[in-house]
């Protein structure tokens, strides 16, 4: 009987391989169950129970050889059924390297021999702010196995997974080589995820006249809740546009440059809320656009054919392939046909234009996400923007959910089919929305001087807590104090917004007991931290002769402002009283010139 010398490379973070794959799978069928049990502080024991079964009469394996992808393994240890095997660890770039040779060697057709070999990482359960993050890579060859179980035990402080990926029919973690796939496993443990920022925009005005300019905050979306806690020098006012954008707005002199430093935090959701659009809002998502080409007969041909978002979602992941050598390159963007025609070239960009485009051709409304994305390993989850190093990623609307969806179709191409369709992660902040425009608002990052392009002005942090959520809302009028009787009263209501949430869009009511119309309702907007908005308000006026005091409230939500005015009659106030004096005085000027008149003539 000859001897195999049999080379298993088995790799956690780079994939399990067999690069003697096909004569050791014409000798051998292997078996796995790897069981990874994960501590309180987040350190994983993996056991690897293996069996190796021979199918031929003519070779054995003596030795056997993994190669574990982590940066940190500890504590190796290995055993066979003749007992304790001294590994051989050794470390490499990508890795480490485990030799093991065998005490009992599987000899003759059907002979198994099993094995069992453990380590501790900190690399499979990791903390990032307010979520537990397990990730176990895939298979590159799932064939070259006959069965492969992956179990995984957490300390019940975890709770239960928020969400698991592929999705299991129940939360049991227990996975088959076919779950497993290519892909692997990804597995969160949290409700929510807690962010600060830091962010500055680098303004210029070059123009030989004032300028009135926006920059984009952060804002709440059905995804997340944003606090903006300070805003250096303060905006004029900030609002919110179709996109629900936040847009603070500065006026800037001839020539002037200004800096501009936003503080806050961001609390993301997995799951979005619940936000109706009328069908007059959604057709704004299905018009074509620069880089979202949906009129275009190459785009319409796809939309006919996929017609679903998870279809158009599968086709981009499957069409595209990632190009490492453009995130840092910063080539021009191509736009959905232009990607077509290059997809080896693609970027995050074009992975998002491409499926925008198809959706709109295809009468799902869709829109693009830019803004921050966690990750720890760019190599599987790339960020493209080339200015700060930003993400970007679409979404579409669900008419069944009544809901936008969150999709990142770049991450499942890099990560080897991940699931970022069903379910996103706690890893998206976004910065801006772009649906009326392809190329506007610009995110925070974008705004740069000439000459500082690569400054860094994202900064972006895990939070441990939240500001005070409770608003700070300041109602003021100009309706004027004192009214004339007889005519209208019109004023303005001005809403501020001086806390760090945003006002959600609601009525404001105004009332009084005597002035009519005495009860009145009014639409106030979003309005942003920072922000105010302004309201149009009017009375009838009361009768001519009417001189008494009276009351109007201001109330919305919880915050009621109740304001005096006092209604006279013409002749009672300032202007009618100066009238008044005024006819005296000219009738009295008058007289008296005629009467010097009428002397004057006399003495002739």
Not at 61 to 85: L, R
Not at 189 to 214: E, I, R
Not at 245 to 270: I, K
Not at 491 to 499: A, F, L, M, R, Y
């Amino acid at each position: 009987m000859r001897k195999l010398f049999f080379t298993l490379f088995f790799s956690i973070l780079t994939l399990f391989s067999f690069p003697q794959a096909a004569f050791a799978t014409t000798n051998f069928t292997t078996d796995y169950h790897v069981t990874y049990t994960v501590n309180e502080n987040g350190t994983t024991h993996a056991v690897i129970d293996g069996s190796l079964t021979n199918t031929s009469t003519q070779y054995y394996a003596s030795s056997y050889k993994m190669q574990v992808g982590f940066d940190t393994i500890k504590d190796v240890k290995a055993s066979d059924p003749s007992g304790p095997i001294n590994p051989v660890v050794t470390k490499v770039s990508d890795g480490y390297t485990i030799d093991l040779t065998f005490n009992k060697k599987a000899v003759g057709l059907g002979g198994k021999l099993p094995f069992t070999l453990s380590f501790d990482t900190p690399a499979v359960a990791k903390k990032y702010g307010k979520v537990w993050e397990i990730s176990i890579p895939g298979l590159s060859n799932p064939n070259d196995f006959s069965s492969f179980t992956v179990q995984i035990n957490v300390p019940p402080s975890f709770g239960p997974p928020r969400y698991i990926k592929p999705t299991q029919p129940s939360s049991a973690l227990t996975f088959t080589k076919e779950q497993l796939g290519k892909s692997g496993i990804s597995i969160a443990f949290g409700d929510k995820q807690l962010y600060a920022f830091h962010l500055t925009y680098h303004l210029t005005n070059s123009k030989p006249l004032p300028l009135k300019t926006q920059i984009a905050l952060p804002p709440s979306t059905n995804y997340q809740d944003v606090f903006i806690t300070n805003i250096s020098p303060l905006p004029s006012n900030v609002k919110t546009d179709k996109d629900g954008n936040w847009l603070a707005e500065y006026n800037l002199l001839p020539s002037q440059q200004l800096e501009v430093t936003v503080q806050g935090e961001a609390e993301v959701h997995l799951t979005p809320m619940k936000q109706e659009v009328t069908q007059a809002e959604l057709a704004e998502y299905l018009k074509p656009q620069k880089y979202w080409e949906a009129d275009q007969p190459a785009i319409r041909t796809l939309a006919a054919e996929l017609k679903t978002p998870e279809a158009i979602y599968n086709y981009v992941v499957k069409t595209l392939h990632y190009d490492f050598a453009r995130v840092t390159d910063d080539k021009p963007r191509l736009g959905a046909v232009a990607a077509l025609q290059n997809p080896n070239s693609a970027v995050c960009r074009e992975f998002t234009d491409l499926f925008i485009a198809i959706a709109r051709a295809a009468g799902i409304p869709a829109r693009e996400i830019d803004g921050f994305a966690y990750t720890e390993n760019p190599k599987q989850r790339p960020l493209s923007l080339v200015r700060d190093i930003l993400h970007e990623w679409p979404e579409y609307y669900d008419a069944q959910r009544k809901t936008w969806v969150m999709v990142d179709p770049t991450w499942s191409s890099t990560t080897g089919g991940i699931d970022y369709f069903h379910v996103l992660d706690f890893d998206h902040l976004a910065f801006v929305v772009k649906g009326r425009e392809s190329s506007y608002p610009i995110p925070a990052g974008g705004y740069k001087f000439a000459g500082n392009e690569t400054l860094k002005d994202v900064n972006v942090t895990f939070a441990d807590s939240l500001p005070d959520k409770s608003q700070a809302v300041e109602i003021s009028t100009s309706i004027a104090k004192t009214a004339m009787a007889g005519l209208p009263l019109h004023g303005k209501v001005t809403v501020e917004n001086n806390g760090s949430a945003m006002i959600p869009a609601q009525a404001l009511y105004v009332s009084s007991k005597t002035l009519s119309p005495s009860d009145q309702m009014y639409t106030v907007d979003t309005i942003p931290p920072f922000g105010k908005a302004t309201i149009d308000v009017a009375f009838h006026g009361m009768p001519f002769l009417t001189n008494t005091s009276s009351q109007f409230t201001i109330r919305l939500a919880e915050e009621t402002s109740t304001h005096d005015i006092k209604v006279v009659p013409f002749f009672l106030t300032p202007l009618g009283i100066g009238g008044i004096l005024f006819g005296i005085l000219a009738t009295f000027i008058c007289i008296i010139a005629f009467k010097v008149r009428r002397l004057r003539l006399f003495r002739r």
